[in-house]
């Protein structure tokens, strides 16, 4: 083929001058693809695209005067070598794209350097004997004016008076670089380039392979991956059918672990060096009689211990000499150390010895330290001493009624203290009560006792109510100064009872003479048929049960004492029948305190809202104050 791009038609053995200079001898060199293996300033006609192309050497440039370059080369394809010199993208991915892919399975082999023999479908002679011209079929042809290298973009032509050659490619456009060099599936992307995103296609692929599994791998034999030692894939569990078949599968792993029959890994119910042990039908499993004490022991080795044992006649169980203790003998010591009662066994002594067991001594006494603790074993000293501070001391507080103290030298010490330093009042029940009755109410005025009652068996009260006056030294004597300690202590009986009866004693800061519970800061006794109920108000009322009233022979009941103990630095209200605690009221909004603020009185009443008995009562006998000075 001739780099003309004509070729002669065979016209035979001769060719005529007629036949030289006719059009219809020669035809162009044409077709809808580039011919292979081309040279240097040949021609090529594309019957497809309607274009002429020459051969830089390098790459087919079309002829045509278009102008349709908008790339330079200088810009995009520094050594003019037909690949851009840098990409945004590589065949459509982005450098980060290309580097986060699954590395697709490859051998050793395929790194290497492949000599030209290893090229798949390249034949020995496959480079040899291509020529860089057209060629004719008889002779050479060229055209007029052709030079051997008539350089870049330049154009086959005839100048403006007809002279033919090779001229500068006169198109308008400055681009330099065509798609069909650059973009040839014309997809706006360029088929190829030296570099993606600033990088070599050797820097792309030296990265950091993102994580994978072996099946992202295909099927290769163990050996081909490149860096895997031979024992690297052991640890892995899972169904690559592809890797040797020495390496258990997943399944394979499952079902080992349902094995139990025996023997496994080669173990053994005998006593067998170096090997897994199982049991045998029997269940048993021999081991060599122990070396060290943490050695499994056998049957033999403990049965041959005991006999030795047995055998033994000397330093037996601590015991020296030249024959072991008998059990008669053993059991004659137990019996004798048991039988002991002689002081000083075991180290014990009657003094107040730390760490020591405790006898007494000839009188039948022991000594021991001062308590420390309420849970402690006293001591006379420490008693006696006690009692002294108490009886010596600048003040006391009362955690009982004098009543209670039934000692005759101790209570009358305690009494003529009590009276010393608190305010005894005595509370006179003949006279100067005032009275409200409705119905068959009555007040009974007498020397011992005060008693409100109601005659007849219809619906009625009686009310009586005396001031409570001197409880507030220093302030108002009208008024109780809650904030210091308080005692209000009678005797008190019913003359008979009904269900539909309330009786009430109560001491309050208030001037109201209606039958009704605590409304202001006081204390209080009540009883309703039989139960008692104690009261104390500070912001709001609380109650607590206190028993019952005794029936006796009726219409007489039994008659209690009563005191009624406020104890303002618990603070806390507290209710004694007959000298015993019987309960207590510890809620502070329940505990009266400060000094009252209006005029306090003691009240005694009976209320009945339906009718019932005639002659019901309720008495209050021999009242008494006391409070802290």
């Known amino acids: 083929m001739a780099k003309s791009g004509l070729t002669h038609i065979d016209v035979g053995p001769e060719l005529s001058r007629t036949e030289w200079e006719s059009e219809e001898t020669h035809e162009l060199v044409h077709g809808t693809a580039f011919p292979g293996s081309p040279v240097e300033r040949q021609l090529f006609y594309r019957d497809d695209q309607h274009l002429w192309y020459i051969y830089t050497g390098s790459a087919w440039v079309s002829l045509q005067a278009t102008g349709s370059g908008d790339m330079t080369k200088a810009v995009y394809d520094t050594?003019?070598?037909?690949?851009?010199?840098?990409s945004e993208k590589l065949e459509g991915s982005t450098k980060a794209e290309v580097q986060d892919h699954t590395p697709k399975a490859h051998t050793l082999a395929s790194h290497s350097t492949?000599?030209?023999?290893?090229?798949?479908?390249?034949?020995?002679?496959d480079h040899k004997g291509q020529k860089n011209s057209v060629e004719l079929d008889t002779g050479d042809l060229q055209l007029a004016g052709d030079q051997a290298t008539p350089g870049n973009n330049k154009v086959y032509g005839t100048t403006g008076v007809g002279v033919k050659g090779w001229k500068d490619d006169p198109a308008g456009g400055s681009g330099d670089m065509l798609k069909s060099v650059y973009d040839t599936d014309d997809d706006g992307v360029v088929d190829n380039s030296e570099q993606l995103e600033g990088s070599t296609k050797a820097q792309v692929q030296d990265h950091t392979p993102k994580a994978h599994t072996l099946a992202s791998h295909s099927t290769k034999a163990h050996n081909e991956l490149t860096g895997v030692g031979t024992d690297d894939h052991h640890a892995q569990v899972h169904d690559n059918a592809d890797h040797s078949t020495n390496y258990a599968s997943e399944a394979d792993l499952t079902a080992h672990e349902a094995v139990e029959t025996v023997p496994i890994h080669g173990s053994a119910s005998a006593a067998t060096a170096s090997k897994l042990v199982h049991r045998d039908a029997s269940g048993r499993a021999a081991v060599v009689n122990p070396a060290a004490d943490s050695d499994i022991d056998t049957k033999g080795a403990r049965n041959a211990a005991i006999s030795t044992h047995a055998a033994a006649a000397t330093a037996v169980h601590g015991v020296g000499g030249s024959t072991v203790e008998s059990a008669s003998g053993s059991q004659q010591k137990v019996d004798t150390h048991a039988a002991l009662t002689v002081e000083g066994i075991h180290g014990s002594t009657d003094l107040a010895t730390a760490d020591k067991l405790m006898h007494r001594d000839s009188s039948a006494r022991s000594k021991v330290a001062d308590p420390a603790v309420d849970g402690d074993i006293d001591n006379r000293g420490a008693r006696n001493t006690a009692i002294e501070t108490h009886r010596t001391g600048a003040t006391h507080t009362l955690d009982q009624p004098p009543a209670s103290h039934g000692h005759s030298k101790h209570t009358a010490l305690t009494l003529v203290d009590a009276i010393k330093d608190a305010n005894l009042v005595f509370a006179p029940t003949a006279s100067g009560w005032t009275e409200v009755l409705t119905g068959a109410g009555d007040v009974r005025q007498e020397p011992m006792r005060n008693v409100v009652e109601i005659d007849d068996d219809l619906v009625g009260s009686a009310f009586a109510r005396a001031a409570a006056m001197g409880f507030n030294l220093g302030g108002n004597y009208g008024r109780i100064n809650w904030d210091k300690e308080f005692y209000l202590i009678f005797n008190y009986a019913i003359y008979k009872t009904e269900a539909s009866l309330v009786r009430r004693v109560q001491v309050w800061a208030s001037s109201s003479t209606a039958c009704k519970d605590l409304d202001a800061a006081g204390l209080g006794f009540r009883v309703e048929n039989?139960?008692?109920?104690?009261e104390s108000y500070g912001t709001a009322r609380g109650s607590v049960s206190l028993g019952n009233i005794v029936v006796l022979t009726d219409p007489h009941y039994e008659m209690r004492q009563v005191v009624i103990r406020l104890d303002p630095d618990t603070p806390k209200?507290?209710?004694?029948?007959?000298?015993?605690?019987?309960?207590?009221?510890?809620?502070?909004?329940?505990?009266?305190?400060?000094?009252?603020?209006?005029?306090?009185?003691l009240n005694h009443s009976i209320t009945r809202p339906s009718s019932?008995?005639?002659g019901v009562a309720s008495v209050f006998m021999q009242a008494k104050f006391w409070q802290e000075l």
């Open 79 to 86: 050594d003019d070598n037909g690949i851009v010199d840098n």
């Open 114 to 125: 492949k000599a030209h023999t290893e090229l798949t479908g390249v034949g020995a002679d």
């Open 530 to 534: 039989l139960a008692i109920v104690g």
């Open 573 to 601: 209200v507290e209710f004694y029948l007959d000298g015993s605690l019987a309960a207590s009221i510890t809620n502070t909004d329940h505990v009266p305190s400060g000094v009252a603020a209006s005029g306090c009185y």
């Open 612 to 614: 019932g008995a005639a």
